[in-house]
């Protein structure tokens, strides 16, 4: 069963992701001459959970290790 959901986000700095290459902006369907840093992730089981901003916090902190 599905009890709840959680946002998580991937940890660039401690999984050592690198910036790759460069893209074009897009901006209403059209590309731009701004350009924006992609980042090759590393595949990683580190991750951020803000348990301060949700609301599922007791339900998520019971299955979370201490």
């Known amino acids: 069963d599905i009890l709840c959901i959680a946002n998580l986000q991937h940890n660039c700095i401690d999984s050592k992701c ?3 290459s460069d893209a074009y902006v897009r901006q209403e369907r ?5 350009t924006k840093a992609v980042v090759k992730h590393q595949p990683t089981l580190l991750y951020f ?3 301060y901003s949700i609301h599922n916090y007791d339900l998520i902190r019971s299955i979370l290790p201490d």
């Open 18 to 20: 690198t910036e790759h």
């Open 30 to 34: 059209i590309l731009t001459t701004r």
């Open 49 to 51: 959970l803000n348990m």
